[in-house]
């Protein structure tokens, strides 16, 4: 049995539309399945959560973006055991293509039809030992020697490339951009539009290696793919069955040097520029001199000044 899982609302309603030819494909090839649409009040994380407390082993299929992924892989009860296919159906889709998967869905749909276990994959996770209200006050809501945790697919990040999540999320334009198939542009707009009002602030990181002391940093991401944002390859090296983070920071970088170094991102080589540094570590714990953003797979999680990334101990078993 194969549990499709999707989000109707998806990509402006794109992603609705996209299921519907591919369950006319499923239909015809008498495979059996149940679909399970999520709601306001029911969503994906909590299908998830329902499927894998009531079957044994179950298939989830998640038809969606990053961000429906990012909601299955946190409400997997136990992700050793499940297995899982997904069908790129969002704006920004760098799960996807991190995963070298083709473009023709139905090529992955009949993959996932197969029912076999193609490769197993590394998930990350997020521990906020802070939590602060999202406003821009910032009063503290959270503090605790028990974290609270978030699982990832593709990448987490703190300072400059959550702030950018955080206000194309909040902006009218997402919208129009999605019915236009040009999402990801809002992150380049927003991007170009707050580089040049970022506060850039000290950044203690602590890794596997010892710890770095980043006295003006724009922002540390952790990535278990290489690339985030719609395409930037922050970390090209980046593979996601090592048990490892690729790490990317960018620290003493003036403002004006933004918009020469961040069109090189796209192909991985903005590495070439001073500040800009990559590495890889089992894991690291980053406190920051004032709250900042974070976010994982670029859904806005919360502002923090105190966090650990790390690789979970188990992988997820992919149908594709």
């Given at each position: 049995m194969f549990h499709f899982i999707v989000n109707p609302a998806g990509a402006s309603g794109r992603t609705g539309r996209i299921f519907r030819?591919?369950?006319?494909?499923?239909?015809?090839?008498?495979?059996?399945?149940?679909?399970?649409?999520?709601?306001?009040?029911?969503?994906?994380?909590?299908?998830?959560?329902?499927?894998?407390?009531?079957?044994?082993?179950?298939?989830?299929?998640?038809?969606?973006?990053?961000?429906?992924?990012?909601?299955?892989?946190?409400?997997?009860?136990?992700?050793?055991?499940?297995?899982?296919?997904?069908?790129?159906a969002g704006s920004g889709n760098d799960l996807a293509r991190g995963l070298g998967l083709p473009a023709d869905r139905m090529e992955i749909l009949h993959a996932v039809l197969e029912g076999k276990v193609r490769r197993c994959m590394d998930v990350g996770q997020t521990e906020f030992f802070t939590v602060y209200d999202r406003n821009d006050r910032c009063p503290k809501a959270f503090e605790s020697d028990v974290p609270v945790i978030r699982r990832w697919n593709v990448s987490s990040g703190i300072g400059f490339d959550a702030h950018i999540c955080q206000k194309a999320e909040a902006s009218k334009a997402k919208k129009i951009l999605n019915r236009l198939y040009l999402g990801k542009l809002i992150y380049v707009g927003v991007a170009a539009n707050i580089v040049l009002t970022e506060?850039?602030?000290?950044?203690?990181?602590?890794?596997?290696?010892?710890?770095?002391?980043?006295?003006?940093?724009?922002?540390?991401?952790?990535?278990?793919?290489?690339?985030?944002?719609?395409?930037?390859?922050?970390?090209?090296?980046?593979?996601?069955?090592?048990?490892?983070?690729?790490?990317?920071?960018?620290?003493?970088?003036?403002?004006?040097?933004?918009?020469?170094?961040?069109?090189?991102?796209?192909?991985?080589?903005?590495?070439?520029?001073e500040g800009v540094e990559t590495f890889d570590t089992e894991s690291m714990e980053i406190r920051t001199a004032e709250p900042l953003w974070v976010h994982t797979d670029g859904e806005i999680a919360c502002m923090s000044d105190h966090v650990r990334m790390s690789i979970n101990e188990q992988q997820l078993q992919l149908l594709m």
């Open positions: 030819k591919l369950e006319e494909e499923i239909r015809q090839t008498g495979k059996e399945y149940q679909v399970h649409y999520s709601s306001p009040v029911f969503g994906i994380e909590d299908i998830c959560r329902d499927l894998t407390g009531r079957y044994e082993n179950p298939d989830l299929v998640i038809v969606g973006g990053d961000g429906t992924m990012n909601e299955a892989v946190n409400g997997i009860r136990d992700i050793s055991q499940v297995r899982v296919g997904y069908i790129p506060k850039k602030v000290p950044f203690e990181i602590r890794t596997d290696a010892g710890t770095l002391h980043l006295n003006d940093c724009l922002f540390a991401v952790g990535m278990n793919q290489p690339y985030e944002g719609g395409g930037f390859r922050f970390c090209p090296s980046a593979e996601d069955n090592d048990g490892k983070l690729s790490v990317c920071t960018a620290d003493h970088v003036r403002q004006i040097d933004f918009f020469r170094i961040f069109p090189y991102a796209y192909s991985g080589n903005h590495l070439k520029f």
